[in-house]
């Protein structure tokens, strides 16, 4: 079934006979929990993160809408995205439930759709001067997570095209981020963060973090065999190599794979590693080490979106 539960600020979604369960604040529409079959957490939520809604929650799924990063880190930003906080304002606001909390249906599967409008909301609409419509549904069944976006421009929009990034920002849970590895971008050009902004082909068919930070933007061009460039947005694995953990460790499971809609043909790739990791103040001391961001995404340019039309994007995840 699906409940509220904390005060009403958060949807939990439940399979019992599986034991797989997800939980979803209202505030960011963030997923801040996913247990798949057997009980197992697939998602790292740092100790120190915010969770009365006053700065976006460090860990979980938290949206980046409508631009990704700091809006000076594109040249290319239209003027009102210079306006907008880092990683935008979904991440940052109070989500309404659009639904009714359903009991589980035959498939075993249970949902929750939570919504967000520019209309209804005149602080937004006052640094967001489109009629947008924000609609979210997380899915759960006993292996799987799956999140859909949909982003709507409605017809009555003062303002035409509405540029936009998006980006689902998976904090995935794992026993020791240095002995991570991600599999599969070669082929992928990559603009490096930490290098500023450096471009470099991924030539390695797992990437291995090894304890290095990482803050990386894989743009969905690949090459493809015949050396020309095909559209991204291929599945990816995270997983450990069992044999370098010790056994406690190894019952986390061997990974999650990510599969996602050709809209989400961008990945981003973020471990601060420990120096940088230390210093972020609601990142709990060590947590660097238990989780790898996977995040896929569009953000290499913007969308436009005309008033009248409707852009749709889904992540699965699958536990192994
Ligand atoms: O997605 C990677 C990234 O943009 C990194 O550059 C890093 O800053 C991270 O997100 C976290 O950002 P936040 O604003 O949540 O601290």
């Known amino acids: 079934p699906a409940t509220l539960i904390n005060n009403n ?36 939520l740092s100790s120190k993160a915010a969770l009365d809604g006053s700065s976006a929650i460090r860990g979980g799924i938290p949206i980046v809408f409508p631009v990704f990063g700091s809006p000076s880190d594109h040249k290319d930003a239209p003027l009102e995205v210079s306006r907008l906080p880092k990683h935008g304002f979904a991440r940052t606001e109070n989500w309404s ?31 967001w001067d489109y009629d947008l419509h924000l609609e979210y549904t997380v899915t759960l069944t006993p ?46 050009f990559y603009l490096d963060k930490n290098a500023g902004g450096e471009e470099g082909e991924e030539l390695s068919q797992e990437i291995k973090l090894q304890g290095e930070p990482c803050d990386r933007v894989y743009v969905g061009k690949v090459k493809d065999s015949a050396d020309g460039l095909s559209d991204g947005g291929r599945d990816i694995t995270l997983k450990y190599n069992a044999s370098l953990l010790d056994d406690p460790l190894r019952r986390m499971g061997k990974g999650v794979e990510l599969s996602r809609s050709k809209e989400l043909r ?25 989780y790898v961001c996977v995040e896929p995404g569009s953000v ?14 889904e992540q699965t995840l699958t536990a192994w």
């Open 9 to 44: 600020s958060t949807v939990r979604l439940e399979l019992p006979k599986s034991k797989a369960s997800a939980e979803v604040r209202l505030y960011g529409a963030t997923v801040t929990s996913w247990k798949s079959n057997g009980g197992q957490e697939k998602l790292f």
């Open 97 to 127: 439930i659009s639904n009714r909390l359903s009991p589980v249906d035959e498939e075993g599967q249970v949902s929750v759709t939570l919504e967000l409008s520019t209309t209804t909301r005149p602080n937004l609409k006052a640094v």
């Open 143 to 188: 292996s799987t997570l799956k999140c859909r976006l949909t982003v709507a421009h409605l017809a009555t929009s003062p303002n035409s095209p509405m540029p936009f990034q998006a980006l689902l920002h998976n904090y995935l849970a794992v026993p020791d981020s240095t002995k991570a590895g991600i599999s599969d971008l070669s082929g992928s």
């Open 266 to 290: 961008d990945t981003v790739i973020w471990n601060p590693g420990q120096e940088a990791g230390d210093a972020i103040a609601d990142l709990h001391e060590g947590g660097w080490k238990e």
């Open 300 to 313: 290499a340019g913007f969308e436009k979106l005309e008033s009248g039309q409707t852009w749709q994007a």
